[in-house]
């Protein structure tokens, strides 16, 4: 099992971003997947989940209305899409599966600042 996450940066508060994370080594279209994200000194925290064929989803509340969890079952991805970006939203951000135990991504560094 592999996941490779991208798409992270530095942004303005107020702006977007979008981070991908590409699966591989594991049948993608049959797992729910998550986004999970550390904030600088903090223990890692819950963003959302996707269901397998992604008709169903769950947010953390902090992230609820701004960001949106969707998965492309042909690309073996699933995108986070972050709006309205706040510097709370500060954090290196992990793809996670669990197939028989949990996998992890190296993490992509999200940074919102002026």
């Known amino acids: 099992v592999q996941l490779v996450e991208s798409g992270g940066g530095l942004v303005q508060p107020g702006g977007s971003l979008r981070l991908s994370c590409l699966a591989s080594g594991f049948s993608f279209s049959t797992y729910g997947m998550s986004w999970y994200r550390r904030p600088p000194g903090k223990g890692r925290e819950f963003v959302a989940v996707?269901?397998?064929?992604?008709?169903?989803?769950n947010y953390a509340d902090s992230v609820k209305g701004r960001f949106t969890i969707s998965r492309d079952n042909v690309k073996n991805t699933v995108y986070l899409q972050m709006n309205s970006l706040k510097s709370e939203d500060t954090a290196v951000y992990y793809c996670f599966v669990f197939r028989n135990r949990e996998y992890w991504g190296q993490g992509t560094q999200v940074t919102v600042s002026a």
């Open positions: 996707i269901s397998t064929i992604g008709d169903s989803t």
